[in-house]
Each structure stands twice: as structure tokens, then as C-alpha cells.
């Protein structure tokens, strides 16, 4: 009996890799459907009717033991002033929150000193949402889950932070303007 030749070596891997790609998409039609994506996290959390504006923030990160690819964003950077509503979706791997804070001046976000704790200052915040699954604030919101949060804005510069320890430094932070 002799060998393959590496062109037919070649190619049963090729017909091979084909026909399991083909079996794994068609195994995919015999699964339950399920929600995907930015906002799957909501499934077991029943989110009221928000009031006025909607900002829809996610948190993410990298997971894994180093925190260095963190980001709290938004799907705008302007919003009316008067009442705005803050949905938070946790798309990460850790517990997060999101703190609304006046930024001073011409101060930016991302620039506040970092404590050693690892935290800001969260002097004249203006409320949070940190609670899974709820308004308001509480331990964090939970991987895969949200948190909201409803009130009145005067027209201003904000910057929404997560102010757990590291989390801020690591980049979780965005600005909103209020006009």
C-alpha cells in the first residue's frame, strides 16, 4: 500500500474542512433561536418605558486578568436638555455601573486625578445606574444584564463614568452634551 501523494494530502484536508463547515451551519438550523446581539442581556431583565430622551450606554471590556481594554460608550453625543433616560447595557465579563458627573470648565473626559483607590471623585454626581436588572443605584450591573436611569438635565457637558476601582483609568468613560 503506498502513501498519499501531499496534492491528495492536500485536498482530503481541504473536502474535509469543507465538510465539517458545512455540517457545523447546517447544525446551527436545529438550534433554538436566540436573541444576539449588543442588547441579548435583556432577556431576563423586564426594562420599563423609559421617559424622555433614550442614551443607550454599553459597558465593555476584554475580561481575562488584565483590565486594559475597558470602554463605556454611548449611541450619541448630544442629547435635548430636560428628561433623559440612561439604558446601560453590561456587555462585558465584569460588574459595572455608570455614574453621571458635570464635567468642570473646559475639563475633558477621561482626565480626572484617579485616587488610590483606584477611583474618582464622585462629588456632584448627578445619580448612577448600578443595579441589575432595576433604577437606580445599587451593587453594579451584573455581565449581560442592564441598569437604567431617569432624571433631568440642564444643558451642560457630562461625563459618564464607571467608577468601580480600575475601571476608569482603564478607559470607561464618555462625554455627553446636553443641549
Same mark, same amino acid.
Given at each position: 500500500m503506498t502513501g498519499l501523494s501531499r496534492r491528495s494530502t492536500v485536498l482530503v484536508g481541504v473536502l474535509?474542512?469543507?465538510a465539517l463547515t458545512a455540517l457545523s451551519i447546517a447544525a446551527l438550523g436545529f438550534l433554538p433561536p436566540r436573541q444576539t446581539g449588543l442588547f441579548a442581556g435583556r432577556a431576563g431583565c423586564s426594562v420599563p418605558? /423609559?421617559? %424622555?430622551?433614550?442614551?443607550?450606554?454599553?459597558?465593555?471590556?476584554?475580561?481575562?486578568?488584565m483590565m486594559?481594554?475597558? #470602554? /463605556?460608550?454611548?449611541? #450619541?453625543?448630544?442629547?435635548?436638555?430636560? #428628561?433623559?433616560?440612561?439604558?446601560?447595557?453590561?456587555? @462585558?465579563?465584569y460588574t459595572h455601573e455608570m455614574v453621571i458627573l458635570p464635567l468642570p470648565g473646559t475639563?475633558?473626559? @477621561?482626565t480626572r486625578p484617579v485616587g488610590g483607590d483606584g477611583k474618582i471623585d464622585e462629588t456632584g454626581s448627578l445619580g448612577e445606574a448600578s443595579a441589575s436588572c432595576a433604577e437606580g443605584a445599587g451593587q453594579g450591573i451584573l455581565p449581560r444584564t442592564v441598569g437604567w /436611569?431617569?432624571?433631568?438635565?440642564?444643558?451642560g457637558r457630562y461625563e459618564l463614568v464607571c467608577n468601580?476601582? %480600575?475601571?476608569?483609568?482603564?478607559g470607561m468613560y464618555t462625554q455627553l452634551t446636553v443641549t
Open positions: 474535509a474542512t469543507l418605558g /423609559l421617559a %424622555g430622551a433614550v442614551v443607550d450606554v454599553t459597558a465593555t471590556d476584554m475580561g481575562g486578568p486594559g481594554a475597558m #470602554r /463605556l460608550t454611548s449611541d #450619541r453625543a448630544t442629547v435635548a436638555h430636560g #428628561r433623559v433616560s440612561f439604558l446601560v447595557t453590561n456587555a @462585558g465579563r475639563g475633558t473626559a @477621561g /436611569l431617569s432624571l433631568d438635565l440642564a444643558p468601580f476601582p %480600575g475601571h476608569y483609568s482603564s
